[in-house]
Antibody, heavy 116, light 106 residues
Framework: QVQLVESGGGLVKPGGSLRLSCAAS????????MSWIRQAPGKGLEWVSY????????SYADSVKGRFTISRDNAKNSLYLQMNSLKAEDTAVYYC?????????WGKGTTVTVSS | IVMTQSPATLSVSPGERATLSCRAS??????LAWYQQKPGQAPRLLIY???TRATGIPARFGGSGSGTEFTLTISSLQSEDFAVYYC?????????FGQGTKVEIK
């Protein structure tokens, strides 16, 4: 079945780095745009970044631009989010989703906590 | 584009009809989706194109609207429908979500 599984979350100090991964299965990963969306504790959803099917087109939310880098490896059916210079306000559950327009498949999420 | 949902909380009895609203700060055509999120779970796509139900979504969920005003209607609430609902525009970048409407048991 179509599935996305995130990993790589954890506790990190302010200013630190973390790399999230998302493993895709059950569909032709290389045909789809992919996105990262996050949800701070008790808050709503915030789109973070997207990457085109080939990886040639990338976009970021202003809140993470210059600090986060999205990438993908179509041979490994995997999506990544490299997060640098982390701040307390980056604390959230991070979801990967299959998406260019609306997000039709979501992973269960991985939790990132930025705290000293 | 700022998406504003109302009300923040909707108290409804099982079997009753629920009507949720979403307003865009500028026109988004029909490029609007609705999601359902239950506690501890990822969001689930309900509606896209403002009115098209996603695969496997029951017919009691209906979407309408275009431009700046949108509505999600749940015709007869079931116990499994009590959740938070988000709208999202995909007419422009960045993609933006509403703040959510919590549908709770009355």
């Amino acid at each position: 079945q179509v599935q996305l599984v995130e990993s790589g979350g954890g506790l990190v100090k302010p200013g630190g780095s973390l790399r999230l991964s998302c493993a895709a299965s059950g569909f032709t990963f290389s045909d789809y745009y992919m996105s990262w969306i996050r949800q701070a504790p008790g808050k709503g959803l915030e789109w973070v970044s997207y990457i085109s099917a080939s990886g040639s087109t990338i976009s970021y939310a202003d809140s993470v631009k210059g600090r986060f880098t999205i990438s993908r490896d179509n041979a490994k059916n995997s999506l990544y989010l490299q997060m640098n210079s982390l701040k307390a306000e980056d604390t959230a559950v991070y979801y990967c989703a299959r998406a260019l327009w609306y997000m039709d498949v979501w992973g269960k999420g991985t939790t990132v906590t930025v705290s000293s | 584009i700022v998406m504003t949902q109302s009300p923040a909380t909707l108290s409804v009895s099982p079997g009753e009809r629920a009507t949720l609203s979403c307003r865009a700060s500028q026109g988004v055509s029909s490029n609007l989706a609705w999601y359902q999120q239950k506690p501890g779970q990822a969001p689930r796509l309900l509606i896209y194109g403002a009115s098209t139900r996603a695969t496997g979504i029951p017919a009691r969920f209906g979407g309408s609207g275009s431009g700046t005003e949108f509505t999600l209607t749940i015709s007869s609430l079931q116990s499994e429908d009590f959740a938070v609902y988000y709208c999202q525009q995909y007419n422009d970048w960045p993609r933006t979500f509403g703040q959510g409407t919590k549908v709770e048991i009355k």
